[in-house]
């Protein structure tokens, strides 16, 4: 066929190559832009994908050949920034382009819709605040980012929680505005979790913000995207995946909580914000923030190798004070139901002062085991290698990994015994225990369980706000950006599950999790106190965080995982392979160590088992890679891939490729 094109797309499976389709009828291909949606039948799907180039000769046989069903837009659909910084990451993370082209776009974008004409998102405020009167570290910060203006370079904000980093994005951010085009992106962990963030830039700024989120609908989600991308909005806060967000002229990016484990997506295409923010600072040739109260162990080992410079803010902004910490030593003083002695006084003391205590458990639930006291058995799931553990409101046993949920068993189904007993502690007992040693004081408990319902979070913090005395009983969620500053009083329930986990950054995160639910506490006319129940108060490095600083204890962490070989002082990457047949998975992963040519700069460990050994009925084994050097890794990675792609096909098996996990499990 004389002058015979062809559309080469990239689509969204996983495999890693193009397809070439025909054009529709009357299409001009010579006018196509590569980057535009293309819609085509893929089996007995359609799918969407992205025009890579038109070219004049295909492998396909005419007569396997099949036509594209419509050409979705008339210029590319992604900037070229954000479809340089895809190409960057399908290669890095080892994933089909078109995986990543699609991830990168809005939801009703993937499926075929068209761009919307109207882009009014963005709401213009119009009460504006002043900005406060900085200190010096802050002025001296603010001036340092406001220097690397129009180039790459990338800031640790490295600030004690309460030093005031907001405060610093927010007078930066002023700076880069004054220039009428000017915008800026800036990515928190968990919004929803973050109210009050998204109101100070609110109130700050006389200029269109977006915030995109997950309780979004997909069409709020793909207008705030489109101000983006036409320039209207000039600040985008969002979550790990607006780091994709398409802008017109994007000056300065901005990272808040930059060691959260929330930027790193834990499925499919396994990218982390924080290292595709500095890439496309690299690429765009403007600065980068990151700010962290407890910064990651990595992003402290790039300021030590001088890729970023640090920025300290060292006191609380205006006069509050850091709290003092003591530890309780539950081998000296035992607890009843999760409490000892000394932080039941404490709690008694603060709460008849008028003031707030805030607890801290992580671990929602009301126990983690149920079981029986005659034959010892514990209630498991049915399809992972879990205890179910035991809720009473309302009364279930729920599985935490593939959320399976049934009725609580009044006798034991191992020996028909009729003393079932829950053991260990979850927010919900403890919430219980809390009720019958302060009746009078309200217990406020922020978990997942109980912040399900949308706005749920919105209204209790509403209600602690709102009474003087309270207690406030929560995981993880209540060390996530709050401030509480009628709280004088925080208790660890129990800081031990760091020191003996398997995962080896169970400890820094222990770390960064004691110092932000601390961080949380206290203001100028009350300091607050931390107590931590523990049994092992004299661990050094507890040691080190308590008496020195957050910094020490990094220093000392990283330390040992120089000497240990561990991140991030080397690099991992794990294949992760999961079959219904509990052989097959370890089968798979076996062979292909076999096939693998050693390297003597890098290793391979396993096939073992994953931490839980099997999930939704799935066995989980993996193998990890290990090399000294980035560019080993990513070569090695490429000639394994390719060595998976010569093996031959076995069925029922899926595996993936993790690169740079941070979780173990
Ligand atoms: P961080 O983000 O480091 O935890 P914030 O920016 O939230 O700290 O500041 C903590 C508190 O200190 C806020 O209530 C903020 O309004 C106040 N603050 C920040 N900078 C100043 C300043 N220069 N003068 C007075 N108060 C400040
Ligand atoms: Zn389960």
């Known amino acids: 066929m004389p002058n015979q094109t062809y559309l080469r797309l990239a689509l969204p499976t996983p495999l890693r190559r193009y397809f070439d389709y025909l054009a529709p009828q009357g299409v001009d291909c010579k006018a196509l832009k590569p980057g535009v949606r293309v819609k085509v039948p893929f089996g007995s799907r359609t799918l969407v994908g992205i025009l890579i180039e038109v070219v004049n000769k295909t492998d396909i046989l005419a007569a396997k050949l099949k036509t594209a069903i419509a050409i979705l837009d008339e210029e590319p659909i992604l900037t070229t920034d954000v479809y340089k910084l895809c190409e960057w990451a399908a290669q890095y993370y080892h994933d089909a382009f078109g995986e990543v082209l699609t991830a990168a776009l809005p939801v009703l974008l993937r499926k075929g819709a068209l761009l919307p004409s109207d882009d009014s998102a963005a709401v213009p405020n119009k009460s504006v605040l002043a900005p ?99 320039g209207e909005a000039r600040i985008v806060i969002g979550t790990r995946s607006a780091i994709f967000t398409p802008f017109k002229h994007l000056t300065l990016m901005i990272m808040d909580e930059e060691h959260d484990q929330s930027f790193k997506q834990q499925d499919h295409f396994r990218y982390h914000a924080r290292d595709l923010m500095v890439m496309r600072g690299s690429m765009n040739n403007i600065p980068v923030v990151l700010g962290s109260a407890t910064p990651s162990l990595e992003s402290l080992l790039n300021v030590k190798r001088e890729r970023y410079q640090s920025l300290f803010l060292n006191v609380r902004a205006g006069d509050a004070l850091l709290p003092t910490y003591q530890t309780i030593d539950i081998r000296e003083h035992p607890l009843e139901e999760g409490l000892s002695q000394p932080l039941l006084a404490a709690m008694r003391e603060h709460l008849n002062a008028g003031n707030q205590v805030m607890l801290f458990l992580n671990r929602r639930g009301f126990a983690p085991v149920l079981y029986c006291t005659e034959c010892a058995h514990i209630v498991g799931c049915e399809r992972c290698d879990t205890r179910m553990v035991y809720h009473r409101k309302p009364p279930r046993l729920h599985c935490h990994y593939c959320d399976a949920k049934k009725p609580v068993p009044k006798r034991c189904v191992k020996c028909n015994g009729e003393s079932l007993a829950p053991v260990g502690l979850g927010t919900q007992r403890i919430e219980e225990v809390l009720q019958q040693y302060f009746p009078d004081v309200p217990v406020i408990r922020v978990d997942r369980d109980s912040t399900r319902k949308k706005n749920a979070l919105h209204a209790l913090l509403e209600e602690i706000n709102n009474q003087p005395k309270a207690i406030l009983l929560g995981t993880q969620m209540l060390a996530k950006g709050h401030h509480f500053p009628n709280v004088t009083l925080v208790g660890m329930i129990d800081a031990d599950h760091g020191f003996f986990s398997v995962d080896f950054r169970a400890l820094e995160q222990m770390g960064q999790l004691l110092v932000q639910v601390s961080g949380r506490a206290g203001r100028a006319e009350k300091p607050g106190t931390v107590l931590i129940q523990t049994a092992h108060p004299d661990h050094p490095l507890l040691q080190t965080l308590l008496k020195k600083n957050y910094a020490a204890f990094a220093q000392q962490l990283l330390n040992e995982r120089e000497q240990a070989l561990l991140p991030p002082y080397t690099y991992f990457a794990v294949f992760r392979a999961e079959s219904y047949n509990a052989e097959a998975s370890y ?79």
């Not at 890794?633 to 690169?659: A, E, F, H, N």
């Open 132 to 230: 406060l009167l900085p200190n010096a570290s802050q002025q001296s910060a603010i001036d340092t980012i406001i220097q690397a203006k129009q180039s790459f370079k990338t800031f640790l904000l490295d600030g004690i929680t309460g030093s005031g980093k907001t405060e610093v994005y927010l007078q930066t951010i002023a700076h880069y505005l004054e220039e009428p085009t000017a915008q800026v992106l800036v990515l928190v962990p968990e919004i929803s979790l973050t109210p009050q963030t998204i109101r100070r830039f609110q109130e700050r700024f006389a200029v269109p913000i977006v915030a995109l989120h997950s309780s979004l609908s997909d069409k709020e989600r793909l207008r705030g995207w489109c101000a983006a991308r036409s």
């Open 587 to 665: 089968q798979f992963l076996n062979q292909l160590k076999l096939a693998i040519t050693p390297l003597d700069t890098a290793s391979i460990l396993g096939p073992v088992p994953a931490l839980v050994a099997k999930r939704k009925g799935l066995h989980c084994q993996q193998l990890l890679v290990k090399a000294t050097k980035r560019s080993t890794l990513q070569g090695y990675l490429k000639s394994i891939l390719s060595t998976i792609d010569t093996m031959p096909r076995v069925s029922g098996i899926k595996w993936l490729l993790d690169v740079d996990p941070v979780e173990m499990g």
